[in-house]
């Protein structure tokens, strides 16, 4: 939900918005205050684009033929 409504008019503007979205925001602030966290992202990111990875269906086919 990304709604928000803002109310009121003071000395100090307050916005409401959902827990759902609250949360959210936390998590994304946690993530991106980790810098270690954010370089693992840009590398996974470039990893993909350069076609370095594995297909879900194709690594679970792996590990079952090591069974």
């Keep these: 939900m990304n709604e928000t409504e803002v109310f009121g008019e003071h000395k ?26 954010v370089e693992q992202i840009k590398e996974s990111r470039e990893d993909f684009k350069a076609g370095r990875f594995k297909k879900l269906r194709d690594l679970l086919k792996e590990i079952e033929s090591k069974d």
């Design 12 to 37: 100090a503007r307050w916005v409401t918005i959902s827990t759902d979205e609250y949360e959210s925001m936390k998590s994304t602030l946690e993530v991106l205050s980790d810098t270690e966290l």
